[in-house]
């Protein structure tokens, strides 16, 4: 018989665990089942901060000279910051579409304490680690990016004589992808312990009357990648989309189930690695960046909810104000860490700017990790793609000839 390959596995433990979930007691799916998954989580939250580390100082050292390095930075940051102001107007149009909060009448969610979002020069600033052993003991991986990327271009700018710095982030590098390689074998048990309870807490009659929101999230998103990400990698990055989708598709189920980039980044770098053949060079950069700034799930969501919320209260939203929403929810985007339900709380910024009621944000609380996982496999796909872009613009791609696209 035929091995099964990993992404299968995963699969078939996401949905052995669906189905399980139904079935199950919440108090036993807690108890028992979710150390499972909490345990998969602690291993590859163990890999990150080393891992972004690494790649991201040996992909500076590697690009050579600091004009290149300069060059793919901008194409990779051009590229997020357009798919994801595109997935904003994505959602935008969903929810104008479905309208998901006409004729609503839903109870908040007294749980939910709504949070301010920060405000944009504080979240600049936080950018430069004030100490980067601190950023790296808080896991902050804007603050761990930015110092990896000034010892990057410091090691090609010194030359020879820091080539042992450079190679000891080669090494551990290495090391750290071995690491992910162990834990992965170990995904479909942890994927299945991960999912059990969310479907266990949130079996079908809870999600009914947010249905629609959770429709036009998920159409949105998958519509989203459908779209955006296959003629890109198609046109842009001659790759056949579907060789694409199967190389990727065990981070993206790793994403579905963690709800967090972050966490899914070691997946990710081997997938894109070894399934797509990038370069080391162009993934170490895009990935890690990505996994902390791009988010177009989370951009999508942010359109859908930001109108369905003005829908609930029967407020009307002017094309400007929905114009402003793709501006905020842009940034909104950027600003929200890789981890479960860091869109939620950046939810706020965008509402705020509109003058949208701000316990808005309590109304989806409820059903916010079932969105996260639709938009975090968005998210980490939305890497990828670029990815596999931005490694075609530079001609840094090898994959066997049969999985290029035939004109
Ligand atoms: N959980 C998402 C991620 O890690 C972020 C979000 O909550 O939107 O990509």
């Known amino acids: 018989m035929k091995k099964l390959s990993l992404a ?8 052995l665990g669906v189905i399980v979930g139904l079935f199950t007691p919440l108090d036993f799916a807690t108890t028992f089942i979710k150390p499972f998954g909490d345990l998969f989580l602690r291993l590859i939250k ?61 109870p908040v969610d007294a749980t939910y304490e709504g949070r301010e979002a920060p405000p944009i020069a504080a979240v600049l600033l936080d950018i430069i680690p004030e100490n980067p052993v601190g950023a790296m003991v808080n896991a902050s991986m804007l603050q761990i990016i930015a110092f990896a ?132 060079e162009i993934s170490s950069f895009c990935l890690p960046l990505g996994a902390t700034v791009n988010m177009d799930g989370t951009a999508v969501y942010m359109g859908v909810c930001a109108l369905f919320v003005a829908q609930v209260y029967g407020l009307d939203l002017s094309f ?24 939620l709380i950046m939810l706020t910024m965008t509402l705020t700017a509109v003058n949208l009621p701000l316990e808005g944000v309590a109304l989806v609380a409820g059903i916010d990790r079932i969105l996260d996982m639709a938009r975090t496999c968005v998210n980490v796909t939305g890497d990828t793609s670029c990815c596999v872009v931005v490694a075609a613009s530079e001609n840094d791609i090898s994959i066997s000839p049969e999985s290029k696209v035939t004109a």
């Open 320 to 343: 400007s104000q929905q114009l402003t929403i793709v501006l905020v929810g842009t940034l909104a985007s950027i600003g929200a860490a890789g981890v479960p339900g860091a869109g």
């Open 8 to 15: 299968t596995k995963i699969l078939i433990g996401l949905i």
């Open 46 to 106: 163990m890999i990150i901060v080393p891992l972004v580390l690494a790649s991201l100082v040996v992909g500076a050292a590697s690009v050579g000279d600091v004009k290149k390095l300069g060059r793919i930075g901008g194409k990779t940051m051009a590229y997020y910051l357009l798919t994801s102001a595109f997935a904003v107007v994505v959602g935008l149009v969903m929810a104008n579409i479905l309208q998901p909060g006409a004729g609503l009448d839903i």
């Open 149 to 280: 990327l000034f010892l990057g271009i410091a090691i090609t700018l010194v030359g020879e004589r820091a080539n042992p710095v450079k190679d000891f982030f080669d090494g551990l590098a290495e090391v750290m992808y071995k690491i992910t390689g162990i834990v992965m074998a170990y995904a479909p048990i942890g994927v299945f312990g991960l999912i059990v309870p969310v479907v266990a807490k949130h079996g079908l009659d809870v999600l009914a009357p947010l249905a629609m929101v959770i429709l036009a999230v998920y159409l949105g998103c998958f519509l989203h990648a459908a779209v955006v990400y296959s003629s890109a990698v198609k046109f842009l990055g001659k790759m056949n989309p579907l060789t694409y989708y199967k190389g990727i598709a065990p981070a993206a189920l790793v994403a579905f189930t963690t709800c967090s980039s972050s966490g899914t980044l070691p997946v990710t770098i081997k997938c894109v690695e070894e399934n797509l053949g990038i370069s080391k």
